[in-house]
């Protein structure tokens, strides 16, 4: 780290505003961890402190077979509970999920000066940046990732101003996994006892974006984090992870003893992980859970990871249906318009589901 200040502001400076990102700082020589990214020990991943999700995966497949409803129950069950579960045997081919993870990679390697040409305050389209962290302009501890944002608005701009190493293979899978998304939301909102049109649907999946995400390899993996802890704000997502893993999520607390309990989603080759978001718990007046997750840096080698999001469009009311506000005989959660929502989001650090507090109604 000759040519960096170990400085705060210059080190900041290097990493955030002249677009380097983590990758630079780990390629220019880092032996430890600088200082804004040491989390407190309240907030880092102990691995000790875990336990495999032991949920096996579900066979999409089936849902085309006489085991349907089995499938779909398994589908409902694991949203309302975890908030998560792992699917094979869906759309997305093998051969795409290794192309899509290689061609992260490939984005992620460049030469520094071919890369910052996306950054947020320079790219072309909005529809597309390149950043690091969550929101480093407030956050005060850093998080140990860089990544690419991808937003879709149609074929004609992805194709425009997406990377050109990833972007035909980012929007093909953008597209098969919105699929997948798709056909679990008509099955959790079915089990809902809610009958949605075309149209509806659609305002609650209409936004799109892919996210690239990159974790360089951590001289000092215990004292960071890669993401932590939040929700996803979004309706669905699906996770593709490379073979490395480092995702755990926060179990409900059964016992009720306040201690918390992290289960690590460990990889399967060819699946994807499925996790549920702000807006269906939502929609769902809390019977779908969007679950705390955050991710752990590794010391061995750099890891991948690539989600499809799939949120409301920025005009959609959201709140609970009205039929299980009346079936309830509450509302847990009032109607926000879901661009509100989203500002609110992106303009605090992660930390845990307290953004989800913008929609909650508090009980007397």
């Not at 051969?95 to 305050?121: C, G, I, Q, T």
């Not at 597209?175 to 509806?200: F, M, T």
């Not at 932590?228 to 999520?249: E, F, K, M, N, W």
């Amino acid at each position: 780290m000759s040519q960096i200040s170990n400085s705060s502001n210059s080190l900041y400076n290097f990493i955030v505003k002249d677009g380097n990102g983590i990758k630079g700082l780990v390629d220019s020589g880092l032996s430890h961890v600088p200082k804004m990214y040491i989390q407190p020990i309240t907030e880092r991943i102990n691995k000790l402190d875990s336990k495999p999700c032991e949920i096996p995966p579900i066979d999409l497949s089936k849902l085309n077979g006489p085991e349907h409803e089995k499938v779909v129950n398994e589908i409902v069950r694991a949203a309302e509970t975890l908030g998560f579960f792992q699917v094979v045997n869906h759309c997305v081919s093998l051969e795409l999920l290794e192309s899509v993870k290689d061609s992260a990679h490939s984005f992620f390697n460049m030469p520094p000066e071919e890369k910052v040409v996306y950054r947020k305050s320079v790219s072309p389209s909005l529809k597309m940046r390149y950043e690091t962290s969550f929101v480093p302009e407030v956050e005060k501890v850093l998080e140990w990732k860089d990544y690419i944002n991808m937003v879709y608005s149609s074929d004609e701009d992805a194709l425009q101003y997406w990377p050109h190493m990833c972007k035909e293979i980012a929007l093909e899978y953008l597209k098969l996994s919105s699929k997948i998304v798709r056909d679990i939301l008509k099955i959790l909102i079915g089990k809902l006892g809610v009958k949605l049109d075309e149209s509806k649907m659609e305002g609650l999946i209409g936004m799109k974006m892919v996210n690239m995400n990159y974790y360089p390899a951590c001289p000092n993996p215990e004292l960071t984090v890669g993401v932590g802890r939040h929700s996803d704000a979004g309706t669905i997502t699906v996770l593709l992870q490379d073979g490395i893993g480092g995702l755990y999520v926060k179990a409900e607390d059964e016992n009720n003893d306040g201690k918390e309990e992290w289960l690590e989603i460990l990889p399967i080759h060819g699946a994807l992980v499925i996790n549920v978001g702000d807006a269906l718990e939502i929609l769902s007046n809390g019977k779908y859970k969007s679950s705390e997750h955050r991710v752990m840096t590794t010391s061995t080698q750099s890891r991948v990871s690539v989600p499809l999001f799939t949120l409301p469009i920025p005009t959609e009311n959201i709140g609970p249906f009205p039929e299980l506000v009346s079936k309830d005989g509450f509302a847990g959660y009032r109607e926000v318009l879901w661009q509100d929502y989203m500002d609110n989001f992106y303009r605090t650090a992660h930390d845990g589901k307290k953004t989800l507090d913008f929609a909650k109604i508090k009980s007397a």
